[in-house]
């Protein structure tokens, strides 16, 4: 699009939020803090740098197609991502998982991993000025094909993954302190039963063993922040999760830990959207993980619909911007990796920017005053206000490809980069 026409949509789209008692100028600021964690995995297919051509296994975790131009080497995923951020307006973190380590070559099990594996990493996420985020791999090893890891009955692999996860915090930990922002290290483990167990109460009780010795050294705030994830149900696992929403929310609300809710991890008919005002009364702070689940939990790439919406108005409404820590997760080998990254984040910032356009004093003083009537019906007239006009004005001040000009980008990095790659 040319500058004169954003600039003009956007002087028009002043005007009539303005109208509404909204300063769309604020809007972008509040957007501008949201910083999205993007997910490493979606440019490799959660394959990691362990061993060469690895293989997802052990953990109910399947990623579908194979378009050309995956990322094999940690060179390849950074050029990547620094693609992605050179295309997104804003500023974002990377995610990793704990299979992503510079291994050089070397053959390390989970459970010896250093921070030394990941220094390479965090002198790279200061040369773009980005925070890390963290992720234990508890899938994809012999030690998790039976289906259990932190909860395992047999107690050499129950230890063995404690280990990794102590491992993965002080990793974490020494991001955080290195680049001077907190990095979350996320437990999600795969634990659970395909067929109908009798004695789910051991699982849970060697689970709740298990992250109280994960736990026991406590680590500056500043540096780490610990969350725990939870999860319906999974490949393998459909008829029984260890690690269940009812588990961990009392385990986070006790311990003090952050709670992940990943939209794409509860029954089709449930909302996380309404799940975080609730959870928000209990804990400091909440994680999100943002998928996009078609019938089940399949990861789709994020999309601009009624389920993010209503999550981002959620937050906003809450006024919890502050305490709700966003980031990707879906693995869709089927399109162009790079654009599946585009669209979800620009997506995911397009849902928060349409929820801070929204007078929502004006809203609540309907609600409250019981004229539910006007309250629908401005609802329905936000939906035709002009809010694409300001997210083209937020590209284009910070000089990105506004609207659909980053299609033309990234079929141009396909064919100069992603298309040579074997």
């Known amino acids: 699009m040319k500058k004169e026409q954003v600039l003009k949509a956007y002087a028009d789209a002043k005007e009539q939020y303005a109208a509404l008692g909204v300063n769309t100028d604020d809007s972008i600021k509040k957007l501008d803090q949201i910083k999205i964690s993007l997910h490493c995995w979606q440019s490799d297919d959660v394959g990691g740098f362990e061993t060469p051509d690895a293989e997802l296994g052990g953990g109910g975790i399947m990623v579908t197609g194979n378009y050309p131009g995956k990322a094999r080497t940690i060179d390849h995923l950074r050029q990547d991502i620094e693609k992605v951020m050179s295309l997104l307006p804003g500023q974002q973190r990377l995610n990793l998982h704990a299979i992503y380590g510079d291994f050089k070559g070397e053959k390390v099990d989970r459970d010896q991993i250093e921070v030394k594996h990941f220094q390479s990493w965090i002198d790279w996420a200061k040369e773009n000025k980005i925070g890390l985020d963290f992720n234990p791999t508890c899938f994809s090893h012999p030690y998790a094909n039976d289906g259990f890891t932190l909860s395992s009955k047999n107690e050499k692999h129950r230890k063995f993954w404690v280990e990794h996860i102590k491992r993965s915090r002080k ?11 907190p990095s979350i290290n996320n437990i999600w ?7 109908t167990p009798v004695d789910r109460n051991k699982h849970r009780e060697l689970l709740k063993k298990s992250l109280d010795e994960i736990f026991a050294e406590v680590y500056p ?4 922040k610990d969350s725990v994830e939870c999860k319906l149900f999974g490949i393998g696992s459909e008829s029984m999760v260890v690690g269940s929403h009812e588990f961990y929310l009392g385990y986070a609300i006790k311990n003090n830990k952050l709670i992940t809710l990943d939209n794409g991890h509860f029954h089709p008919t449930e909302q996380v959207g309404d799940k975080i005002s609730s959870v928000l009364l209990y804990v400091d702070e909440l994680l999100l993980h ?6 089940w939990d399949s990861d789709h790439v994020v999309i601009f619909n009624d389920e993010m919406q209503f999550i981002a108005q959620e937050i906003v409404r809450a006024n919890a911007l502050n305490r709700v820590n966003v980031a990707l997760d879906y693995f ?4 162009n990796r790079i654009g599946a990254y585009i669209i979800g984040t620009r997506a ?10 929204e ?3 004006k809203l609540k003083s309907y609600e409250e005053s019981g004229n539910n009537f006007e309250r629908l019906a401005w609802l329905e007239v936000l939906k035709t206000k002009p809010f694409s006009a300001v997210y083209n004005y937020y590209c284009l001040i910070n000089n990105v490809p506004v609207s659909e000009d980053y299609i033309a980008e990234i079929q141009q990095y396909e064919k100069d980069i992603l298309s040579k790659r074997k």
């Open 221 to 224: 705030v500043e540096y780490l």
């Open 332 to 335: 869709d080998a089927s399109i």
């Open 171 to 181: 990793i974490a930990t020494e991001m955080g302190r290195q680049l001077g922002t």
């Open 359 to 361: 007078p929502t004093v």
């Open 348 to 357: 995911a910032q397009l849902s928060f920017l349409f929820a801070l356009l």
């Open 290 to 295: 943002i998928s996009r689940g078609v019938r």
């Open 189 to 195: 483990i795969p634990d659970g039963s395909k067929d």
